[in-house]
Nanobody
Framework: QVQLVESGGGLVQAGDSLRLSCAASGRTFNFYNMAWFRQAPGKEREFVAAIRWSGDMAYSSNSVRGRFAISKDKARNTVYLQMNSLKPEDTAVYYC?????????????????WGQGTQVTVSS
């Protein structure tokens, strides 16, 4: 079994920074991509960033590019999302996801495992 546990969310002001962490346990050697998605109230789950578990490829959405950065520490089985210059529209529950197949990294259905989510609230 695979477990993903997110942490690092909270309430911040516009312009502040936060770093989210996602600790993975279990069969992590099966991972192909890991990613962060977010979901705001009344909206669909939205792709934020993804990273290859083996290799250096990383991707991010247009809405966060230049402000957010995804990284990984394979020794710790942890993926991070560094979020800078936060805006009120970044307010959402942020989910970590892991996929075992080489599928489209920006699609939620490409991922097999999900964390429980961590709330990020940005006040203006």
């Amino acid at each position: 079994q695979v477990q993903l546990v997110e942490s690092g969310g909270g309430l911040v002001q516009a312009g502040d920074s936060l770093r989210l962490s996602c600790a993975a346990s279990g069969r992590t050697f099966n991972f192909y991509n890991m990613a962060w998605f977010r979901q705001a109230p009344g909206k669909e789950r939205e792709f934020v960033a993804a990273i290859r578990w083996s290799g250096d490829m990383a991707y991010s959405s247009n809405s966060v590019r230049g402000r957010f950065a995804i990284s990984k520490d394979k020794a710790r089985n942890t993926v991070y999302l560094q979020m800078n210059s936060l805006k009120p529209e970044d307010t959402a529950v942020y989910y970590c996801a892991a996929g075992a197949q080489d599928e489209t990294y920006s699609r939620a259905r490409s991922y097999d495992y999900w964390g429980q989510g961590t709330q990020v609230t940005v006040s203006s």
